[in-house]
């Protein structure tokens, strides 16, 4: 079966689509939607799909409309962005890095963005709203270090892959440094934050996020031509044509931005950056970054991880970054087994 096809413009332009590719994104979209819609309607007060659709289409009542458009809805909405965020940045940076570990959770951005919050927490004793801010400050901070110390007449993927494990090291004996000096309270308060929950979340943090991708994600699949050719190494990249650096650059920009402002909104969700963009390569059996599947599959793994979470253990009773944390460390472990059997580690 052929899974590419050539598809001609009405201008004259030859375009390869990936028909299997294609597939999955579509067959990972309605999954996303279906588990949202599930999500939505489960809770101390279910209900049933139907009525969600409905509701959603402004047909419902007045108690099942504000059950939905208020309290559920934006729950849903920011677990889909933070986890197509979270899956297009980590399929960014494993690209760059051309490394399958080289995600945010390895590189110590989600470290750094906690340390952001755990200062304000700490320190301060600062509004939600500051916890927020801090977060995003403390992970583009991060950012910006791993690769201005991982620069050597260009960032080379293990080279970045290590600076991140050295600065993420740092990162986190510092977050256990402000734990140990916080008091009970705020102590607490920056436990529950560092597990990455979805509880409590509401259309402030909708918006930021929504208007980030409305930006970003263009930008990164109009360079997704140059990322692929990229992964052929820098030197037939340059022969082809591509500003190595300069896209390199743009595109660990927009990485850094989408994983901070997720981890911000949501807490450092663990292991969806990691996990995401190999299980889209796996279904799309396709080579190069698979941007657009990773963000679909981001999308589908968190908002299914906490209908989990709610189903099994009720809504709030477990963050669904616990879920997250225990699926991707299987993961993690089964990818490093598969990774030295294959003779790559």
């Keep these: 079966m052929k899974t590419n096809r050539a598809v001609r413009t009405p201008g004259g332009l030859s375009v390869r689509l990936d028909v299997r590719a294609l597939t999955v994104v579509l067959l990972l979209l309605a999954a996303a939607l279906a588990a949202s819609v ?3 309607g489960t809770g101390d007060f279910p209900i049933p799909a139907g009525d969600v659709l409905r509701t959603l289409a402004g047909d419902g009542d007045a108690g099942q409309e504000f059950i939905v458009n208020e309290l559920r809805l934006p729950r849903v909405l920011v677990g889909l962005l933070v986890g197509a965020s979270l899956g297009l940045g980590g399929a960014l940076f494993q690209a760059v890095s051309r490394n399958p570990l080289g995600s945010p959770d390895i590189l110590g951005l989600g470290q750094g963005a906690t340390a952001g919050a755990l200062v304000v927490i700490v320190l301060f004793s600062g509004s939600a709203e500051l916890v927020t801010v801090g977060a995003l400050v403390g992970g583009l901070a991060t950012g910006i270090a791993i690769y201005l110390l991982a620069w050597k007449r260009g960032v080379h993927g293990y080279r970045l892959v290590l600076v991140g494990i050295g600065v993420s090291a740092i990162v986190t004996a510092v977050n256990g440094y402000l734990l140990t000096i916080s008091d009970i309270v705020d102590a607490a308060r920056a436990v529950v934050w560092m597990t990455g929950s979805l509880s409590g979340r509401d259309w402030d943090q909708v918006w930021p996020l929504l208007m980030l991708c409305a930006v970003l994600v ?5 360079n997704a031509r140059e990322l ?3 992964e052929m190494g820098d030197e037939v990249s340059h022969a082809l044509g591509v500003r190595v650096e300069r896209v390199r650059a743009l595109l660990m920009i927009a990485a850094v931005l989408l994983t901070a402002t997720a981890t911000a909104a949501a807490g450092p969700v663990s292991f969806v950056a990691l996990t995401a963009p190999q299980l889209a390569r796996r279904l799309t059996r396709s080579p190069g970054p698979n941007l657009l599947p990773s963000l ?5 793994l968190l908002v299914t991880a906490d209908w989990v979470s709610q189903r099994v253990f009720g809504a709030d009773q477990l963050p ?3 879920v997250t944390g225990v699926l991707g460390g299987v993961y993690l472990l089964w990818l490093l087994v598969t ?3 294959a003779g790559r580690i």
Excluded: T
């Design 38 to 40: 599930v999500l939505i």
């Design 218 to 222: 263009p930008l990164v699949l109009a």
């Design 320 to 322: 669904v970054g616990v």
């Design 296 to 300: 679909c599959m981001g999308a589908a």
């Design 339 to 341: 990774e030295r059997k």
């Design 228 to 230: 692929r050719m990229m």
